[in-house]
């Protein structure tokens, strides 16, 4: 197992931020999500820093959906990044936890009418506008409300970068955003030079997740600029800010070899410096919106061990009292993770295991065939960079209950989220 941040060793036994995971595991129970708050901040601060945030005048947003507690929208204020969010629930949590909406942009490909309502009334900065349905319904509500809005474009740009198939959004056969190559872009710009409460401002495209290679970034880049230059030139629109979605892929085990941050961000810069050179226009904003980068490897989950099942000479399962309920990654993108015994760190492995969830599908499996030290029943096992979609695609399946969330740092522990009760779990039902 790689150690991430801020986690030590001493005596085998494993710290997060100072504070021993056993001693975590003992008084919160398991499954607990783990948070490391100084390599969250480190993160947000190589983001702000090597995208040129204070000296370009560019963006970076945290997306949301990656893991979006109060806490979070909290942190990444004060770390001076803004916002994406993908529905009301994430709108409602961020200014719940007083963030600055002119700071939010909000996405979605079918936002309903009262997120629309809710996010004009709030405020949010900009509106990332999917499709003409959504355009046509910020102009009515604007005009009810006689309120004006900033937005931009989503295009696909027709980028097909090598990912999971379910986690690609660039390529033109998708759900998202306005389609470059049949004209719909060049419409919904054609429609928008008649609305008078929506303004313009910027282009947006993902072109999906868990990216390694910078490539299809630049090339996304490169079509952005060309598309600002064209628009200007047909339309006579200035676009003066540049979305280009999430961020690079990161470490979750031994076949991943992820870029830094500093040079995904490097790279961009330079090459829409370049590009704007030659194209003879003047830079805009960009904005970035990375999620996986900022927040999965400042995340791991305990587990407490239970059932070891050797099937001789064909498999040893061990079950933890967790699963596909805190971490749906393994079964719905066959994501591979690592993990260790926290008080077992560097005993000798040899042991082939399959971890498996106690969810009541065959299929709850949360990484199969590790070579690890030997487990036994009672032991605390660890899975690292579980931060990022573990806890945010969390579900109650077979009636389990949420696992609480507590973040670290210098020695002392946060509770973030509260472990669901079984009460809990019945506050909608009526009785
Ligand atoms: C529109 C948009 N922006 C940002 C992100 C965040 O991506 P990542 O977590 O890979 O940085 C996503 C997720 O894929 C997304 O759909
Ligand atoms: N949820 C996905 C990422 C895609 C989400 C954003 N478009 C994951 O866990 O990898």
Redesign the pocket.
């Known amino acids: 197992m790689k150690l991430h941040g801020s986690m030590t060793v001493e005596n085998n036994t494993l710290s997060i931020g100072g504070v021993s995971c056993l001693d975590l595991a003992q008084k919160y129970s398991t499954p607990l999500y783990v948070f490391d708050e100084e390599l969250i901040r480190n993160n947000c601060r190589e983001y702000v820093n090597y995208f040129k945030v204070n000296e370009n005048k560019n963006k970076v947003a945290y997306?949301g959906?990656?893991f979006l507690p109060i806490y979070m929208c909290k942190l990444i204020n004060e770390e001076n990044l803004c916002l994406?969010v993908v529905s009301g629930g994430e709108l409602y949590t961020a200014y719940k936890a007083g963030f600055p909406m002119e700071n939010i942009l909000f996405?979605g490909n079918n936002k309903t009418i009262d997120e629309i309502k809710l996010g004009i009334d709030l405020g949010v900065g900009r509106f990332v506008v999917d499709n003409f349905y959504e355009l046509d319904l910020i102009e009515k509500i604007c005009i009810e409300n006689n309120k004006t809005q900033k937005i931009y474009f989503r295009i696909t740009p027709g980028i097909e970068a090598h990912t999971h198939d379910y986690?690609k959004?660039g390529q033109i056969d998708s759900k998202f955003g306005f389609t470059l190559t049949n004209g719909e872009l060049y419409d919904a710009i054609k429609k928008i030079l008649n609305y008078k409460n929506i303004k313009l401002v910027g282009l947006h495209a993902?072109i999906g997740?868990?990216i390694f290679d910078i490539e299809p970034f630049l090339d996304e880049v490169d079509i952005m600029l060309n598309l600002v230059k064209e628009i200007k030139e047909k339309y006579n629109v200035d676009l003066t800010e540049i979305d280009l979605?999430?961020?690079i892929g990161v470490y979750y085990s031994k076949n991943d070899k992820p870029k830094t941050i500093k040079d995904f961000c490097e790279a961009i810069i330079s090459k829409a410096d370049e590009t704007c050179k030659k194209l003879n226009i003047e830079l805009p904003t960009l904005i970035i919106?990375?999620?996986?980068?900022i927040i999965a490897n400042a995340g791991s989950t305990l587990y407490t061990v239970g059932s070891i099942k050797d099937i001789k000479d064909i498999r040893t399962y061990v079950s933890v009292d967790g699963g596909m309920t805190d971490n749906i990654r393994p079964s719905l993108y066959q994501a591979k993770y690592e993990c260790s015994v926290v008080n077992k760190i560097g005993n000798n492995k040899g042991n082939n295991v399959t971890i498996a969830g106690k969810c009541c599908e065959s299929g709850d499996i949360l990484i199969g065939d590790i070579d690890i030290m030997k487990i036994e029943s009672g032991d605390i096992l660890i899975t690292t960079s579980t931060g990022?979609y573990g806890y945010s695609m969390s579900s109650n399946y077979n009636k389990i209950p949420k696992a609480a969330v507590v973040s670290v740092i210098n020695g002392e522990e946060k509770l973030i989220c509260k472990r669901q009760s079984y009460e809990d779990l019945l506050l909608l039902e009526m009785q």
Do not use: V
């Not at 919106?289 to 980068?293: I, L, Q, V």
């Open positions: 997306a959906k990656a994406d996405h986690i959004t993902h997740s868990q979605g999430g961020g919106e990375p999620g996986r980068s990022a």
